[in-house]
């Protein structure tokens, strides 16, 4: 009999104690995507194209379709992704970036976006240059005016600035002309930065303001430009005196007399 209570505690001990406390769930991961991109920058010239590939990983278990799309890109510039949407087996894209004719010059960057269902949208940024393409300035040469048959009193001096790392000689030459008119540059071509012109009118050309502009011509095709006006006169006519040997005689009437 005083075995009884030992038996009882030890079938409660097996029991749990008579604990009710639920164990602890364990939510399960929130889904979730990311965008890698290669490159993350590049350089392209106007009317010239490029490529990236974009990469995407998926977290949570998500197995959804995630769709590509460009936000903020420059104007002039085009960017497709190629396939749009990826689905669960696909995991990158390509990116084509072309850059037209009137993109601006300088560095900008868009962002690639990805979008599913029940996820946050992930992001991802491209830096894009656009460089300064090759060109030349000429200075601004003010109006001139010629006589027929002369040529400019002084030399004009020119000054020639290149951007976007044009190298090579400049060529140069008088746009518009007139018959008879022409220019004459030394040094021709330029292979620093500056020349003069002198400008020679015939004595036939003909009278009238004309516009003219002097062109710098570089390597492939590369030119600028400066206008101006140049007004021809008409030549002054020669004068003619007469002397008289004596300067004062008598005549009389109804007579002649030589001098």
């Known amino acids: 009999m005083r075995r009884a209570p030992v038996l009882l505690t030890v079938l409660l001990a097996a029991c749990g104690g008579g604990s009710d406390t639920p164990a602890p769930v364990t939510p399960p991961p929130s889904p979730t995507i ?11 010239t106007r009317g010239a ?33 190629s396939p ?30 990805g979008t599913g269902t029940g996820v946050a949208a992930a992001r991802i940024t491209y830096a894009l240059t656009v460089p300064t393409p090759p060109g030349v300035t000429v200075s601004a040469v003010s109006a001139q005016q010629l006589s027929q048959g002369t040529s400019s009193a002084t030399a004009i001096p020119l000054v020639l600035t290149r951007t976007g790392g044009l190298a090579g000689d400049l060529t140069l030459s008088l ?28 004595a036939t050309t003909a009278p009238g303001t004309y516009a003219l502009a002097v062109r710098a011509t570089g390597a492939g095709g590369v030119s600028g430009t400066s206008a101006f006006a140049l007004t021809i006169t008409a030549a002054e006519l020669g004068s003619v005196a007469i002397n008289t040997v004596p300067s004062a005689l008598s005549v009389v009437q109804g007579q002649t007399a030589l001098t």
Not at 34 to 44: C, D, K, N, S
Not at 56 to 81: D, F, H, W
Not at 182 to 189: C, E, L, S, W
């Open 175 to 202: 746009d518009g002309a007139p018959a008879g008119v022409t220019a004459a540059f030394a040094p021709n071509p330029v292979s620093g930065t500056g020349s003069q012109m002198t400008l020679s009118a015939a």
């Open 84 to 113: 749009a949407v990826l689905t669960t087996s696909v995991t990158s894209a390509t990116v084509a970036i072309a850059v037209g004719a009137q993109a601006a010059a300088g560095t900008t960057s868009f962002t690639i976006a």
């Open 34 to 44: 990311a965008l890698a991109l290669a490159p993350a920058a590049g350089t392209v």
């Open 49 to 81: 194209a490029t490529t990236a590939t974009v990469a995407l990983s998926r977290g949570g278990s998500y197995a959804g379709e995630v769709t590509l799309s460009a936000e903020g890109v420059p104007s002039g510039v085009q960017v497709s992704m």
